[in-house]
Every structure is written in structure tokens, then in C-alpha cells.
Nanobody, 122 residues
């Protein structure tokens, strides 16, 4: 499956962005989807995942209550709604797909998108 992340940009602190992860190539509903982020000079960090059906989600503590993941299997797309953004949310955001199981460990994921830059100004 090929993944294309989009929707990043520059926003002021307290603002919102909606990221999209569009999939092509194979049946989207076969995959759990995760979002990760990587800030300059830092390791890739888990943000959130959603199960194949969308019935289960799990958020990192740093984004809980501010970010919301969803998916539309009919449109082969997953979304990450980011509200109340903070400067520390600045990073390149990646979506990833896992065929067997999802989790917070990036090695769980089989496919990765190219990333989209999110910059939050103070």
C-alpha cells in the first residue's frame, strides 16, 4: 500500500490543522494506521493509532484531548484532527500502515508515507 500524507502547514499556537493520509494500492481496511512525528534532532515519536475498523484508538499522553484520529475506509483515508496546537507539536508528521497489529512501536508498521511538515508558532 502507498501512503500520502498531506495537510501540514504553519499555524499559530492554539490553532488547528487537519492532516490526511490517503492510501492506494491495496485494501485500506486491512491496515491499522498510526501517526508519528519527528522534530529536528529528535527521534521519531508515536502520536496515535487507529484499528482497521476504527473501533479502537490509542493516543500518546502528549496529544490526548487535543488530537483526534479517524478513518474513512470507503475513501481509503485516515485523518488526524489537531486542535489547541502548541509550539512543541512542531515536527514532520508521518502516517504508517500495519497489516498485523498496530501499536506505539514504529517497527510494527509495514508502510510509511513521506511526511508532512507542521509548524506551530508561538
Amino acid at each position: 500500500v502507498q501512503l500520502q500524507a498531506s495537510g501540514g502547514g504553519l499555524v499559530q499556537a492554539g490553532g488547528s490543522l487537519r492532516l490526511s493520509c490517503a492510501a492506494s494500492g491495496r485494501t485500506f481496511s486491512r491496515y491499522g494506521i498510526g501517526w508519528f512525528r519527528q522534530a529536528p534532532g529528535k527521534e521519531r515519536e508515536f502520536v496515535v493509532f487507529i484499528s482497521r475498523s476504527g473501533g479502537s484508538t490509542y493516543y500518546a499522553d502528549s496529544v490526548k484531548g487535543r488530537f483526534t484520529i479517524s478513518r474513512d475506509n470507503a475513501k481509503n483515508t485516515a485523518y488526524l484532527q489537531m486542535d489547541s496546537l502548541k509550539p512543541e507539536d512542531t515536527a514532520v508528521y508521518y502516517c504508517a500502515a500495519a497489516e498485523l497489529r498496530v501499536g506505539s512501536d514504529p517497527t510494527t508498521y509495514d508502510y510509511w508515507g513521506q511526511g508532512t511538515q507542521v509548524t506551530v508558532s508561538s
